[in-house]
């Protein structure tokens, strides 16, 4: 069925923004017209509406512009509604993750899902490497879903006790210089070395750290 596909992302600090040619090629292949928006303000009509790193919520009169308004969240919804809902769980030291495709309401991650995938992470991984298989599990879902007739999907509504995570800021890349690098290895290796690198405080000194995985 042909579709006209659009894609928000509002946030000028999101990971995605460099997998938005990779996204419009995935759509463009299954024969959908796509286009891509970077602010709420200017979105067209279409059939489906790919909300992707976005900061605000979108109103019933946006949402009404598009059949389906597709969010791609980093959680097992609810649980873990909210922000940096990857790096949260990264720092509860867990191993299994979950990334679900839900359709937006004009409340914070409470729509109906339509599917669910589920990745693992070893345990190693730097910050770089984890957004970028956050990324693939994303576009992997895309993929998954222009598979299918939108008209025949089945959407669940959400069970249970929802969970929410704040969003991140730069104070959370503090290390406790009491504690050791194993303790807080999980820190270290969820940080952006550029926009939010781990630092510590002595003697009323703030020192920055950067981490790198050897070439050997």
């Keep these: 069925i042909f579709m006209k596909i659009n894609i928000l992302i509002d946030n000028n600090h999101s990971f995605l923004i460099n ?7 995935i759509v463009i292949k299954r024969n959908h017209i796509c286009k891509i928006f970077r602010s709420h303000k200017n979105i067209t009509k279409g059939d489906v509406l790919f909300i992707l790193g976005c900061d605000k919520i979108l109103k019933k009169k946006t949402l009404n ?6 969010v791609i969240h980093p959680s097992r919804l609810p ?17 299994k993750f979950f990334i679900t495709m839900f359709n937006a309401s004009c409340k914070i991650d409470a729509g109906e899902i339509v599917m669910v995938r589920s990745f693992k992470l070893n345990g190693h991984e730097l910050h770089d490497e984890i957004r970028k298989i956050q990324a693939d599990q994303t ?3 895309i993929k998954d879903f222009l598979k299918k007739n939108f008209k ?15 969003k991140r800021n730069p104070l959370d890349s503090n290390l406790d210089i009491n504690k050791s690098i194993n303790d807080q290895f999980n820190l270290l ?3 952006d070395n550029e926009k939010y690198p781990v630092f510590f405080i002595k003697n ?13």
Excluded: P, T
């Excluded at 649980?79 to 191993?95: M, R, T, V, Y």
């Design 79 to 95: 649980k873990g509604k909210g922000g940096a809902a990857l790096i949260w769980e990264i720092l509860k030291n867990k191993k």
């Design 139 to 141: 576009l992997l879902m």
């Design 65 to 70: 512009c598009h059949k389906l308004n597709l």
């Design 204 to 216: 009323k000194v703030k020192y920055y750290l950067k981490i790198f995985k050897s070439n050997e």
């Design 189 to 191: 290796r969820v940080c």
């Design 152 to 166: 025949k999907l089945k959407f669940k509504k959400q069970r249970g006790n929802g969970s929410y995570f704040r």
């Design 19 to 25: 997998y938005l040619d990779e996204i419009k090629k």
